[in-house]
């Protein structure tokens, strides 16, 4: 399920901004990108994250604003001096002139090191960068909960098209039984006309028998008709249910599989088809539910 989430907050002299954004996963997959400063946030982030939110792909992202140099990074000014110096001997000895921009030097390798925060501020930072963590969540709730909202509805408006197909191939499966018993009868008599023999009707009640029980979709359709009412039963529940829903939603393609393979008529086919896409549609919209 799709959802964004934003949060500021500042202390000490450093501005603290995150986004949180999420897209559908049937899983949880947690991307968490942090300023070198609180790499050490990265473990408690990931709890914070996976106690909110159970299925899709999370990237969280905290920048740091506005931070003065001295929290930032310290200068190894013993190297800094040592490549100056070496710079200096080569500019010497090869006759090439130049000034040494201090600019530069700071960005080669080992110049510049992470600020390592004392005790205290680690702590002051994890409180404030967990708390605003927690704001930027729950705004992406908040949207994900709307987008829930229309999920539902069509999930709902899918299994209603589904009873109502169902009811119709539960009506057709009497005509079915009387179309084929006199289909049967016709062809065996024409087939007999010229013999001039007359039908055993014991004999064609038990090949209709033998029919009727071969297509019973009884049993099927029950099942299915169960597992809607579980399925109505999750989206009205308060629990995250998106796997259990994604379960069902394979159970209910299961009993119409087993349904379609039973039909004997044009008419059963088209409900069953009917039902299938309803059901392929739900399981395309509960991989993006939690």
Do not use: W
């Amino acid at each position: 399920m799709t959802g964004y989430g934003e949060a500021q907050s500042e202390a000490d002299g450093v501005s603290y901004a995150i986004e949180i954004k999420t897209v559908n996963n049937r899983y949880l997959k947690t991307i968490i990108k942090l300023p070198e400063l609180t790499s050490f946030l990265e473990e408690d982030i990931d709890k914070l994250l996976r106690k909110n939110i159970s299925r899709g792909t999370i990237n969280y992202v905290l920048r740091l604003k506005d931070t003065s140099a001295s929290l930032l990074f310290d200068i190894d000014e013993t190297a800094l001096q040592a490549v100056a110096e070496k710079l200096s001997r080569a500019g010497s000895s090869t006759g090439i002139k130049g000034e040494i921009d201090l600019g530069n030097l700071l960005n080669l390798p080992g110049i510049t090191q992470p600020a390592l925060p004392d005790k205290e501020k680690v702590e002051r930072i994890k409180k404030l960068v967990l708390q605003i963590s927690q704001e930027a969540l729950d705004k992406l709730k908040q949207m994900r909960a709307t987008e829930g909202g229309y999920l539902e509805a069509d999930i709902k408006k899918c299994c209603t098209a589904i009873e109502k197909d169902l009811e119709q191939i539960r009506g057709r499966s009497a005509i079915v039984m009387q179309e084929y018993a006199e289909k049967l009868k016709k062809r065996v008599n024409e087939l007999l006309a010229h013999a001039e023999l007359k039908l055993d009707e014991g004999i064609l009640a038990r090949e209709v028998a033998i029919f009727a029980d071969r297509s019973d979709i009884s049993e099927e359709a029950s099942r299915l008709d169960s597992h809607l009412q579980q399925f109505e039963q999750c989206c009205n529940g308060n629990d995250q249910a998106g796997r259990r829903l994604d379960f069902i939603s394979q159970e209910m393609l299961r009993e119409a599989n087993t349904i379609a393979s039973k039909a004997s008529d044009t008419e059963t086919t088209r409900y069953v088809v009917d039902i299938k896409c309803q059901i392929d549609r739900i399981k395309e919209q509960v991989q993006n539910i939690e």
